[in-house]
Antibody, heavy 122, light 108 residues
Framework: QVQLVQSGAEMKKPGASVKISCEAS????????VHWVRQAPGQGLEWMGV????????IYGQKFQGRVTMTRDTSTSTVYMEVNSLMSEDTAVYFC???????????????WGQGTRVTVSS | EIVLTQFPATLSLSPGERATLSCRAS???????LAWYQQKPGQAPRLVMY???TWANGIPDRFSGSGSGTDFILTIERLEPEDFAVYYC?????????FGQGTKLEIK
């Protein structure tokens, strides 16, 4: 069955970096884009960006340009997201999500990781 | 970017009643690429509807989606206790993909 399994919770100080992993299984890794979405405490969902695991091409949300890097390792079917220069406002749960498709038509996020809580505090 | 506005912010209903959740886009959603997600506390969102009106896997037919262009509705008939959650709409037709701020469906 399709699964996205994320790395564990992180606690970081302001100015530090964090790298979160999302290991995919149960489907052809390079056939589906993977997005990252975050959710601050008590808040809604915020799209951060997307990576094409096939070629590694990325698109980042304007708010995250220059501070977020998404990469992938096809040998382990894992997508990574690194966030630099962390601020307290980056405290959130970070989700990876697969962009599903049926007969080539996008169907939004059909599978999600369990989420990784990142706490930024001095 | 397309801004999605959901209303009401909170909807208080009893089991067995019908829920109507609205999502309005600031501009036309390309190809009606509008999705709805259900999120319960401490869980990842779950896809409920995509393409404005197509059920995701495992979603009961008590849920239905409608609308096109800029105005979309998620209707839940005969509310069950497990339906009470926060619902988000999302447009995925134009980059950046954007979410509404959510509607909390709570038990009255």
């Amino acid at each position: 069955q399709v699964q996205l399994v994320q790395s564990g919770a992180e606690m970081k100080k302001p100015g530090a970096s964090v790298k979160i992993s999302c290991e995919a299984s149960g489907y052809p890794f390079t056939s589906y884009y993977v997005h990252w979405v975050r959710q601050a405490p008590g808040q809604g969902l915020e799209w951060m960006g997307v990576i094409n695991p096939s070629g590694g091409v990325t698109i980042y949300g304007q708010k995250f340009q220059g501070r977020v890097t998404m990469t992938r390792d096809t040998s382990t079917s894992t997508v990574y997201m690194e966030v630099n220069s962390l601020m307290s406002e980056d405290t959130a749960v970070y989700f990876c999500a697969r962009e599903g498709s049926i007969f080539g038509v996008a169907i939004a996020y059909d599978y999600w990781g369990q989420g990784t809580r990142v706490t930024v505090s001095s | 970017e397309i801004v999605l506005t959901q209303f009401p912010a909170t909807l208080s209903l009893s089991p067995g009643e019908r829920a109507t959740l609205s999502c309005r886009a600031s501009e036309r959603v390309s190809s009606n690429y509008l999705a709805w997600y259900q999120q319960k506390p401490g869980q990842a969102p779950r896809l409920v509807m995509y393409g404005a009106s197509t059920w995701a896997n495992g979603i009961p037919d008590r849920f239905s989606g409608s609308g096109s262009g800029t105005d979309f509705i998620l209707t839940i008939e005969r509310l069950e206790p497990e339906d009470f959650a926060v619902y988000y709409c999302q447009q995925y037709g134009s980059s950046p993909w954007t979410f509404g701020q959510g509607t909390k469906l709570e038990i009255k």
